[in-house]
């Protein structure tokens, strides 16, 4: 006997066994019950989802012997020749291939012959939008009034082709695609009878490729048996599909949740090797961060119609609301940029790698500095500058040519370097200033002691410009509590802050904000924001000072260094000003 395929072998043979499309066949098998029965059905959706396999089961049900039913029996001679495909008042047209007038005009001739057989002459047409203008006009007085003895069982996977004369004589049922889930469950149910051993993290890779189509699944398991030799490996399913495993992208994601550079490009390296569709995994991220999103905002949400409910209830946890949202939104904007891309890994790479660099909280390096000697310091930063050069203090580059310098012929001791007194680093002096200035204006705009207040807001220990950033807020809060200025009213933090970062302010980065506080001030402390003009003395405006005093005194520095000063005399040489850059400097 010659093999079927698990598609035409596991069509359904009743209504019970048909897999997601309740609300169709709750609907038909009530009809059949009370015999209150249309004469035009359409049956509209994607491919392999059951619309010409429910058009057999209603033909079997109007024409099984033992009545109209929505059990039929499956012995009797119609039920047997209509399973079988060869049931004389079961008319399947494809009207993809019979198209013209005249194929219609037949049809409708013989519409008024009885049955031959069966209860009922049933004509199945599949497909039924390749019919021309002209077919349908032959087509619509008859399916408006058949005879008694004739059902029209019509299938579409493009209703908006059909004439809107043609839809209000038919009563619509729309197939829904099929969920993951609803595939999974259906394949693990049909390889279990099948006998052919699987891994489950399979059956989702074939589910999700099928799209919606039951049929597909059933013809990529068929495929995927073959490929494995009578087993189903993710691995092997994977490689078949072109697509990588989902275990790949949970390493993925743990990476960035765990900020592991190093461990996030060794994944991608490793996933390269299959040369997987890289639009495919983004594609996956999008659907994985907005079910984590959901579970944020709406907690129980998650579903398993992926087969990661776990992982995302574990994500829901580990991740911010504002780290879901930026890893959403890199993801988005990366799918759309692979097309411009010189190469398909380079853009996934670079999307990943945003994700890391712009994630609220994660560190901000500076470049690496250039020593007198032309080689790249430590990226790691110190905690004390060297104050025997100047130089030490900045980041730069200078350009220069590069003079062939003759050896001497006979070899020469090496002069000492001159020593350069320790001066005080330009940085430290502009920062002590501004640090005074801070505090100056701080001591000004706080009220008077008042009696039951913090005592460290009162005593000066405490400056807001200056001090924001020893609260730990980080992320949104931190952003906008940042532009905000800072008033006392007994233990009420009063945060003035301009229209524009204050209608960004909700509820949660407000919780955030006050537990900042509660945690240097005390738990007694309450916070309130108002709309208005902070003025200067704010964290963001006084970083703002911070960078431009550091600018410039790295840019004086630069210009007074002697080595500096020394390359450009000899080698005629010039200062790249816009790539000098201070290095950080940490305050004690």
Not at 190 to 217: C, K, N, Y
Not at 420 to 438: C, K, R
Request: aromatic fraction near 6%; glycine fraction near 6%; charge should be negative.
């Amino acid at each position: 006997m010659s093999y079927q395929v698990l598609a035409r072998k596991w069509r359904p043979r009743t209504f019970e066994d048909m897999v997601g499309q309740e609300h169709v066949l709750q609907a038909l098998i009530h009809a059949l019950e009370s015999q209150r029965l249309h004469h035009a059905y359409l049956f509209t959706g994607t491919r392999g989802v059951g619309k010409t396999t429910i058009g057999r089961l209603l033909a079997r049900c109007l024409n099984c012997e033992t009545g109209i039913t929505p059990k039929p029996c499956g012995e009797c001679s119609s039920c047997r020749e209509i399973q079988e495909g060869r049931f004389v008042d079961l008319i399947e047209i494809d009207a993809a291939s019979r198209t013209g007038v005249d194929d219609m005009r037949e049809l409708t001739d013989n519409v008024q012959y009885a049955p031959s057989r069966g209860r009922y002459k049933v004509y199945l047409i599949d497909e039924v939008h390749m019919l021309t203008n002209q077919s349908f006009n032959a087509f619509l007085k008859t399916l408006e009034e058949p005879p008694d003895h004739v059902k029209f069982l019509l299938a579409t996977t493009d209703p908006q082709k059909l004439p809107v004369t043609v839809l209000s004589r038919c009563l619509q049922f729309n197939l829904k695609r099929m969920t993951p889930e609803h595939i999974a469950g259906h394949l693990q149910h049909v390889l279990g009878a099948e006998e052919i051993p699987f891994e489950e993290s399979a059956l989702w890779l074939l589910a999700r490729a099928a799209d919606g189509s039951m049929r597909d699944a059933l013809s990529l398991t068929d495929q995927a048996i073959a490929f494995g030799n009578q087993r189903l490996a993710a691995s092997d399913v994977s490689n078949m599909l072109g697509t990588i495993d989902q275990r790949d992208v949970e390493r993925l994601v743990n990476a960035l949740v765990e900020r592991d550079g190093p461990g996030l490009l060794a994944e991608i390296s490793r996933i390269s090797d299959f040369a997987p569709d890289y639009s495919a995994i983004l594609s996956d991220l999008l659907s994985l961060f907005h079910r984590v999103t959901m579970e944020q905002v709406v907690p129980g949400s998650a579903d398993n119609a992926l087969g990661d409910a776990g992982q995302v209830r574990s994500l829901a946890r580990k991740l911010s609301a504002e780290d879901a949202q930026l890893f959403y939104q890199a993801a988005l904007m990366g799918r759309k940029d692979l097309a411009i891309t010189p190469d398909a890994r380079m853009g996934f790479e670079m999307t990943l790698l945003r994700m890391l660099a712009f994630r609220p909280g994660a560190d901000r390096r500076e470049p690496p500095a250039v020593s007198s000697g032309g080689q790249s310091g430590s990226s790691e930063p110190r905690d004390e500058p060297e104050p025997a050069k100047a130089s030490a203090h900045v980041a730069t580059a200078v350009e220069a040519p590069a003079p062939e310098v003759p050896e001497p012929e006979s070899p020469e001791p090496e002069a000492p370097e001159p020593e350069v007194p320790p001066e005080p680093s330009p940085d430290e002096s502009w920062l002590a200033s501004l640090d005074a200035q801070a505090e100056d204006a701080q001591s000004a705009a706080e009220p008077e002691f008042v009696p039951g207040a913090p005592v460290e807001a009162q005593e000066g220990e405490f400056v807001w410009e200056r001090d924001f950033r020893s609260l730990d807020i980080v992320g949104m809060p931190g952003n906008l509590a940042s532009h905000g200025a800072m008033a006392w009213e007994n233990e009420t933090v009063v945060l003035t802050i301009d229209d524009g970062h204050a209608r960004l302010l909700n509820a949660r980065h407000q919780e955030k904000i006050l537990s900042g506080l509660r945690s240097r001030f005390g738990d007694t402390i309450e916070l309130r924001i108002e709309q208005g003009a902070p003025g200067p003395h704010t964290p963001a405006a006084y970083e703002e000072r911070r960078r431009k005093a550091r600018q410039q005194a790295a840019e004086e520095a630069i210009r007074k260094d002697p080595v500096v000063q020394s390359i450009v005399e000899r080698f005629e040489a010039r200062v790249v000003e816009e790539s000098i850059r201070p290095i950080e400097i940490s305050r004690r």
